[in-house]
């Protein structure tokens, strides 16, 4: 359910003006309706000085040239919100003294899971990421995640989750490669034991990875990006496509020794 537009004590002149468009007046970019998070709590505010005390910025300010409007803590946040994560989490302390993951609302890798996260299942085949919009408390702790790209709700345990960041999700390799007929993708992985690793997949192989040579059942995964795409091109000549030819009727010609179609001599 959308979140109900910011009170008209917060904001005036021009800020006010694009908060009644439900936009934010530093980005410019739609304001975040899945969540109640503030300015006060993205990772992108910071204060800058000034002569007359410190103004609080946004770093993703939609003009390149000034430098954007004063922001107050309580403003709401905008779809580029990101939820400020500290480095050393009192989870980790915990997790360090021996009290299991699923006891503490953490991630995989031990970051407290909070609402407004950006969060990923900690699966590879995980290439879309969901705003954590829930936490909560059922025997062990689960988060609801809203997808970003189709709006689905997941609930899952908050350490088979992986915390993410936008910066991540933008610079995410999902190519789409050709060679030989053969049409595919070439995918990073951001989250499971393979996360900055890629995986190749071919249509020919019914959309699924290919695997690695000799092992048919172990999935080929390669370092970087263009030793990827060279196993995809690898295995596309190996078997190229070629378009079949159109199908062709061919009669045999009457042959001189054939007793049904020689010629007698002698009607000659």
């Known amino acids: 359910m959308p979140l109900d537009r910011p009170p008209r004590t917060l904001g005036r002149g021009s800020a006010r003006m694009d908060f009644d468009r439900d936009v934010h007046p530093a980005t410019g970019l739609p304001l975040l309706t899945t969540v109640p998070a503030t300015c006060g709590g993205c990772a992108h505010l910071y ?10 910025k946004c770093k993703r300010k939609r003009s390149k040239t000034r430098k954007g409007p004063n922001l107050q803590p309580l403003f709401p946040a905008c779809t580029a919100f990101e939820p400020v994560t500290p480095d050393e989490d009192e989870a980790q302390t915990l997790l360090q003294s021996g009290v299991e993951p699923w006891k503490l609302p953490v991630d995989a890798t031990g970051r407290t899971v909070r609402v407004g996260h950006l969060a990923v299942q900690d699966f590879f085949e995980q290439t879309g990421s969901g705003r954590v919009t829930k936490v909560f408390k059922r025997g ?124 007698d001599p002698a009607a000659a």
């Open 140 to 263: 062990g702790w689960f988060a609801e995640v809203v997808s970003e790209n189709d709006g689905h709700v997941l609930t899952e345990h908050c350490n088979r989750l992986r915390l993410v960041t936008r910066a991540q999700i933008d610079a995410l390799v999902r190519v789409e490669v050709e060679a030989h007929g053969h049409r595919g993708r070439v995918i990073e992985a951001i989250a499971g034991g393979r996360a900055g690793q890629f995986r190749t997949v071919c249509r020919c192989n019914g959309g699924f990875e290919l695997s690695e040579p000799g092992r048919s059942r172990a999935i080929a995964w390669r370092p970087t990006e263009a030793a990827a795409r060279d196993l995809f091109t690898d295995h596309a000549a190996a078997a190229p496509l070629q378009r079949s030819p159109a199908l062709q009727v061919v009669l045999p010609l009457p042959r001189s020794s054939d007793p049904a179609t020689a010629v």
């Open 47 to 56: 204060a800058r000085p000034s002569a007359h005390g410190d103004n609080l």
